[in-house]
């Protein structure tokens, strides 16, 4: 007999297991970001061309995102970017120790797309005092905000944390 238990018996990953899937995803979206940002600006010359047409409901576009989302908090001063950054550094930090204590994958999951998005704007922040956002999405004359990769898994990393707040279970009462 084997001592390796069946996979549907197999113990849960655990904490570190997660918090490794989380840190790996994370990577992943930072390298995917940066990657991409690096594409943008150093192959298509996205600055100087402005707006490159892709699909009916698709182009790339060239915005320098000085705030936040949807380019709130937006500022010109010198130390603007840096004080976002800063912001955004901190929440990064709260999202790790969340992550360090994350109780499932779902979890583990959201937290790694949100820390490694967030990661990857405050990099744009530090390197040029704004955020490249590129991702233009149309249709019948409307304009999405201009985004990226980081923005896109920060959204998705808050959708799969407010999925899995609405669909798991309720822990079960004590004595009940």
């Given at each position: 007999m084997s001592s390796i238990p069946p996979a549907e018996h197999a113990a849960p990953a655990g904490r570190g297991g997660h918090l490794r899937l989380g840190l790996g995803l994370a990577a992943l979206v930072f390298v995917v970001d940066q990657a991409t940002k690096w594409w943008v600006l150093n192959i298509l010359r996205l600055p100087e061309v402005g707006s490159v047409y892709v699909l009916p409901f698709f182009n790339l576009s060239m915005v320098w995102n000085r705030g936040v989302t949807f380019g709130l908090l937006a500022g010109e001063a010198w130390w603007h970017a840096y004080a976002l950054a800063a912001v955004?550094?901190?929440?990064?930090?709260?999202?790790?120790?969340?992550?360090?204590?994350?109780?499932?994958?779902?979890?583990?999951?959201?937290?790694?797309?949100?820390?490694?998005?967030?990661?990857?704007?405050?990099?744009?922040?530090?390197?040029?005092?704004?955020?490249?956002?590129?991702?233009?999405?149309?249709?019948?004359?409307?304009?999405w905000y201009v985004f990226n990769v980081a923005d896109s898994a920060i959204v998705c990393g808050v959708g799969l944390l407010l999925l899995h707040a609405l669909m798991r279970p309720k822990p079960k009462r004590k004595g009940a």
């Open positions: 955004a550094l901190a929440v990064a930090g709260l999202l790790l120790a969340w992550l360090a204590r994350a109780e499932d994958r779902w979890t583990a999951t959201a937290l790694g797309f949100v820390l490694g998005g967030a990661v990857g704007n405050v990099i744009d922040r530090l390197r040029f005092g704004a955020v490249v956002d590129f991702i233009d999405l149309h249709a019948f004359g409307w304009h």
